[in-house]
């Protein structure tokens, strides 16, 4: 455990005439100041100790360099170093605050989110396409705490940086129009949702091909407003599409692990965070498959046989167990269906490394 | 406008009939209805340098504050009237493909748009690597044509909102549309993709629709000079055709369509064999082709049909089955008037008969032949049979028949101008009264009474004018004649 923020009260004679400090996340009057870097200021404890746990406890000593008013810093050779220790931090600030955010962290997120934002402008001005990585972030966090206001504030930003410059690259426009349409699922503008889905769907497609998983998210996301609108049809066709994509990414995953089934590497292809997101999409569909009216088997085989690959891959043995049984109770009601021996294949696999567990597998769950 | 009127209007403009025209007018009228709205719409884009004046350390928490209100009032129009909503600006800001896409994904058409996506990334693949040159690369690409990717989208979105439902002879139905859409020769690719996208499917292929698409490949494939594909498609579509009893799109029935499409495949493939002398292969393949003629209920057809096998079969040497499928042929068409037809079997039989020795008969033959050609004004037949004849006669040393008949060949080809067939006549007129001068008084030498010498004698004088009438005589042809 890393040490406890602390924080001492800044001493207004101490510091350069006429420099005010704020506070580094309300941006009010600041009474207290980090006492490891002396940098950073703060209005009260609390702030200070949501700042800690957000971002501020890894990047403590970076700041010093870039926030400290030396002679050196002055000079000018040293403005390029600067200005690569800022573009570090910003990349810091920004995987800090992702990973918080697929953990569902939401609150913790803010402060590197918001630190991300500011460095962001400081290094390449505002309303530059550059800041639009940490207006997403910030407005993902903020979704997260339900707070549509500052989203769709900060969404606008990031659309009117993107506006500016059309050619910014397409992952950005496929995030800013995910992140919109989710913003509109949440305020209810169904129609506009779609357009932005749609949208997201077609950058995604232009850079990471039609069979991507990211893509695949696309659909779920516009499956879930087709739900809402009711057409159960689209919303059954969009599923089926996300499954097949998934069945075939898990799959290939599944034979490269086979492949080194001796030796598993330690750390997984997918982070735990994201692993539970695709664990979440893949267990809507197959409730929504065994709920469904036409009851088809083979949907239900491929999405249950998604979930087991993805348990197994996860080190979970008991789950893919599980819902590998499920899998292959729905493909034997077809005769002759194709899926039934990878999936008695896969079944037989986890049973092996179940009794026996391998010594690299328990790690490998990360 | 909202975009929903706006696609239903463009949508309406298609069902119309697919016209080019309409659909292009209408974008146009609309693009000055929007341009005008754009101008006049305030307040669609936040205004940017409100907060200029005001100190610059204000922090950004500040500044959006301010332009919350402005980015509310965008995402919530008090007027809906006076601005344009974001899809309609997003017509004009993307590209066709990306506004076509959009379009398709929004209204949840995700495997149309796949493979609109699919198709158009061939193109773009294709014309990577293709020669320069060719007429599909001088052609724009698929994805500036708009008028071909509305088409596609719209028929593709019909299919994909029918398979949803399981309805899957209309699935085939508007991907038939599809193919026949695409009549250019560049989009040839197209015309392919979307007949196989019916015929391959695994539900909906034994449709009337698919079975349509399959007669279409076949013409493609025969077009392509793909014979053994284009057989398969074919015996393929017949035998579906045959179960489901259905008419084409034109309204003919797709079983006829198919048969006559196969005896011509079988024909082609049939040439090739005989031009290779493997005749008892050819002679399978136009025995298969000549069943599916008699299927096609076409007599022409089935004529034509029977000819030939009657052909292969005399070439292979089997006369005795030529003479059957001639003499078949020629009743068939006897029985449709169509005597070019006719004097094509007679001659063949003729030459049947002939390599049979069968002479009477086939004089019998090219006499009813000549008087066929010549009522039918057939003057080409006409010399050639005339000349045909002539030459039995001079095989047979009935000189003065044979001379009759090459001088009536000559003087059809006089009219004709056929300078190769005049020649030909010319010679075999004078070779035919030489031979007959010769016949008539080569006795004459050989005899030694006085008799004989005198008559010689007199055909000195006389020069053969007794062979010919005097008409014949003085008529120009002769003098012509005479001079070869």
Known sequence: MEAESQGSAIIPFALPKGAEKFCELCQREARLQCSKCRVTFYCAAEHQQADWVGIH?????????????????????SHTETQIKKAELIEICRLVAQSKLSEGKHQEALPAAQLCLRCSIDVHGPNTVQ??????????????????????????????????S??????????????????????????????????????????????STVTSRGYFLMADVFTKQGKMPTVRSLYSEVARIWHCHLTRLLETRKESIQNPPVDSFYDKAERVEVDEMLRTMLEFEQKDTRK???????????????????????????????????????????????????LQLVKILHTVPHPGSAESQY | MTLASLSSFISGAFRVHLTRFTVTSSWLCLSVDLQAKMNTAVGFLPEININKSKQRRSTYYSRMKQ?????????????????????????????????????????????????LVSLLQSDQDWRAMAEPGSLRILAPPLSEQKYKMETIS???????????????????????????????????????????????????????????????????????????EARQQGELCRKQAEDGGWLDSDGRSLKLRACRDLWKIYRELAEALLAAED????????HEGNRRAMESEDKQLKGEAAFQVGLANQRAGDHGTAKKFFNSSMEIFHSL?????????????????????????????????????????????????????????????????????????????????????????????????????????????TSTSPAPLQRLLDWKVKRGREDLSVEEYYSPAWFKCAIV
């Open chain 1, 57 to 77: 406890k890894r990047i403590c000593q970076l700041l010093v360099p870039i926030r400290a008013l030396t002679l050196r810093s002055l000079q000018q050779t």
């Open chain 2, 67 to 115: 332009t919350k209100e402005s980015l509310r009032a965008r995402l919530n129009p008090a007027g809906p009237a006076e601005t344009l909503t974001r899809k309609e600006i997003a017509l004009f800001r993307s590209s066709l493909k990306q506004s076509i896409c959009v379009r398709l994904l929004q209204e949840g058409f995700h495997r149309s748009y796949s493979e």
């Open chain 1, 166 to 211: 059309p050619k910014c690259g397409l992952t950005i426009h496929h995030q800013l129009h995910r992140s919109l349409g989710r913003l509109h699922v949440a305020t209810g503008d169904l129609e506009t949702a779609l357009h932005n889905f749609a949208n997201d769907i077609y950058f995604a497609t232009e850079e990471y091909g039609l069979d």
């Open chain 2, 279 to 286: 005749h008892k292969k050819a002679l399978t393949l136009l």
């Open chain 2, 337 to 445: 008037d169509d005597t070019d037809g006719l004097v094509k079997a007679y001659k063949a039989l003729a030459k049947s008969l002939k390599s049979e020795g069968y002479i009477e008969e086939v004089v019998a033959c090219l006499e009813k032949l000549a008087t066929m050609s010549r009522s039918s004004r057939l003057q080409h037949r006409l010399i050639d049979v005339a000349l045909c004849l002539g030459n039995i006669y001079f095989s047979r040393s009935q000189y003065v028949r044979a001379g009759e008949y090459c001088l009536q060949g000559y003087e059809v080809a006089c009219t004709t101008e056929d300078v190769a067939q005049l020649q030909r006549a010319q010679v075999l007129v004078a070779s035919a009264h030489a031979h007959a001068t010769i016949g008539k008084y080569g006795a004459n030498l």
């Open chain 2, 154 to 228: 719209q028929h593709l979105s019909l299919a994909e909102e029918a398979e949803r439902t399981g309805i899957w002879s209309t699935v085939c139905e508007e991907r038939l549309l599809l193919g026949r859409f695409f009549s250019d020769p560049e989009d040839l690719w197209l015309r392919f993709y979307f007949y196989h996208s019916c015929t391959d499917r695994e539900k909906g292929r034994f449709s009337r629709a698919a079975t349509e698409a399959r007669a279409c490949l076949t013409e493609l494939y025969l077009d392509q000079g793909d014979l053994e």
């Open chain 1, 131 to 164: 800041l639009v990585p940490a207006y997403l972030l910030l407005a993902e966090a903020n979704m997260g705490l339900g707070n549509l206001d500052l989203v769709a504030d900060f969404l606008s930003q990031a659309e009117w940086a993107v506006l500016k």
């Open chain 1, 296 to 346: 088809d088997p083979a949907r239900i085989a491929v999405v249950a046989h998604c979930l087991a690959m993805l348990s197994f891959l996860g080190g979970d043995f008991l789950k893919a167990q599980g819902f590998g049984s499920t899998a292959l109770q729905a493909s034997q009601l077809i005769p002759d269906h194709d899926l039934t021996e990878p999936i008695q294949a896969l």
